[in-house]
């Protein structure tokens, strides 16, 4: 019994185990959830699980521990309630024990959340970047295919993304340039990382040609893109 509460004790994540009422009760918890949570041990043990969760997640909990009720273990994302009122974000992972209580296990994942939502607004604001350029980019899978056209694709060529999908790599090149691009996409094959400019003209959808100036890289390496 000392060995495993040392081990608790000792433990980064929130630790705490609660009896299985309608209201469950604290009745034990680590000191890491008491510095998450902002309480002493002794204020907690006076609280129920649902003093920790905000109003409008009370239905959402009331369900969960009628299903740790049940013996179906749970995990879940869930704002938890400090004692000055903030929210902290953590995971959660809980499950019934043989006496009948049950343990929670804590994580704090504010960082994590902070940087999923960093990055979801990169995300965003390069979307929007390329969304709106008025050049065209695309991205190529290792066969030289479509995968990827921004909008502007359509209003210079007339062809939609899905037009485009059923095109070959050099489909609707003009007949003197398809030797020069067949060349292009070797070198490009052939170079991973290489920027390689070329112009050559190809058909608008209505049958006339237009002359592209562009840049092509390959990025097949690269696991964040995996194109060209």
Known sequence: ETYYHSVIEQAHDTIYIIDSSSKPKFIDINQSGCKLLGYTKEELLQLTIFDINFENDLADSSSTIEQLRAGKPIRKERKLKRKDGSPVETELSAK???????????????????????????????????????????????????????????????????????????????????????????????????????????????????RLEGVITNLLHDDQIKAF
Do not use: C, W
């Open 96 to 210: 019934k024990m043989e006496d009948g209580n049950i343990m929670v296990v804590a994580r704090d994942i504010s960082e994590r959340k902070k940087a999923e939502e960093k990055l979801a607004e990169n995300e965003k604001r390069f979307r929007a970047l390329v969304e709106n350029n008025y050049d065209i980019l695309s991205l190529l899978d290792e066969s030289f295919k479509v995968i990827y056209r921004s909008p502007s694709a359509t209003r210079i060529m007339g062809f939609t993304f899905e037009d485009m999908k059923t095109l070959e790599a050099i489909d609707n090149i003009h007949p003197e340039d398809k030797e020069y691009a067949t060349t292009i996409m070797r070198e490009a094959l052939a170079n991973p990382g290489k920027q390689i400019h070329a112009t050559f003209r190809r058909q608008h959808k209505d049958g006339h040609y237009i």
